[in-house]
């Protein structure tokens, strides 16, 4: 499955944003989607994961309360509302989609990543 992720940009802290990320070339709900980020300098890590049906849901504890994950399988895409940004939400976002549990997703397949800038 090809993936294509967009929405990136400049806020400000307290701000949101939301990004998109459109699937292709495969059944789009044989897949768990997901988001990870990477800031500058660290390893990437898992930020949300969404079952196939749009139910599940799972979220790493940095982000709970403040990020949802959605996505609407008519459209093949899986959205990231970001609400409450902090500076430390800043990093290069990519979508996933994969298999396995939503806690741990193995990946099978990358997007191209969008970045998010966050100011204090």
């Known amino acids: 499955v090809q993936l294509q992720a967009s929405g990136g940009g400049l806020v400000q802290a307290g701000g949101s944003l939301r990004l998109s990320c459109a699937a292709s070339g495969r059944t789009f709900t044989n897949y768990i989607m997901g988001w990870f980020r990477q800031a500058p300098g660290k390893e990437r890590e898992f930020v949300a994961a969404?079952?196939?049906?749009?139910?599940?849901?799972y979220l790493s504890d940095s982000v709970k309360g403040r990020f949802t994950i959605s996505r609407d399988n008519a459209k093949n895409t899986v959205y990231l509302q970001m609400n409450s940004l902090k500076p430390e939400d800043t990093a290069v976002y990519y979508c996933?989609?994969?298999?396995?549990?939503?806690?741990?997703?193995?990946?099978?397949?990358w997007g191209q990543g969008t970045l998010v800038t966050v100011s204090s």
């Open positions: 996933a989609a994969g298999s396995g549990g939503l806690a741990k997703m193995k990946v099978g397949s």
């Open positions: 969404i079952g196939w049906g749009g139910i599940n849901t």
